[in-house]
């Protein structure tokens, strides 16, 4: 099975999750440090989308971009994002089984 992560290598729930990933047996690990390489506006509404999560619920509250998008559409959301990725929650794992934000990391398990 193939697992992609959207990983800040920086934090310490998404060292969490890369960890459980790789101690999965048969897991291949894709890791994409987001903050280098951010996914499409396009790729992230498809994440959310598969995660079942509106763009707000993946926004990262905690930094000061997003106290601004408060009222905020999920398209305006979505473009922020794409615009500055550090609003992205991490981390963002997809399979074949699903998409989940590992918050708590554990809930990946759920898509291996």
Same mark, same amino acid.
């Given at each position: 099975?193939?697992?992609? %992560?959207?990983?800040?290598? +920086?934090?310490?729930?998404? +060292?969490?999750? #890369?960890? %459980? @990933? &790789?101690?999965?047996? =048969? ?7 987001? *903050?280098? /390489? ?5 790729? @992230? $509404?498809? *994440?959310?989308? +598969? $995660? =079942?999560? /509106?763009?707000?619920? =993946? *926004?990262?509250?905690? &930094? !000061? =971009?997003?106290?601004?998008?408060? !009222? $905020?559409? !999920? &398209?305006?959301? @979505?473009? $922020?994002?794409?615009? !500055?990725?550090? @609003? %992205?929650?991490?981390? #963002?794992?997809? /399979?074949?089984?699903?998409?989940? #934000?590992?918050?708590?990391?554990? +809930?990946?398990? &759920?898509? #291996?």
């Amino acid at each position: 099975m193939k697992a992609t %992560i959207y990983h800040n290598p +920086r934090c310490s729930k998404s +060292r969490e999750a #890369l960890a %459980i @990933l &790789e101690a999965a047996p =048969g897991v291949e690990v894709e890791v994409v440090e987001y *903050l280098k /390489t951010p996914p499409s506006r396009e790729r @992230l $509404a498809a *994440l959310y989308a +598969r $995660a =079942g999560i /509106t763009p707000r619920e =993946g *926004l990262r509250k905690a &930094e !000061d =971009g997003a106290k601004a998008l408060k !009222d $905020a559409s !999920d &398209e305006a959301i @979505l473009d $922020a994002m794409a615009a !500055d990725p550090i @609003l %992205i929650e991490r981390p #963002l794992v997809e /399979t074949d089984r699903g998409v989940r #934000l590992g918050r708590p990391p554990e +809930r990946i398990r &759920e898509i #291996l």
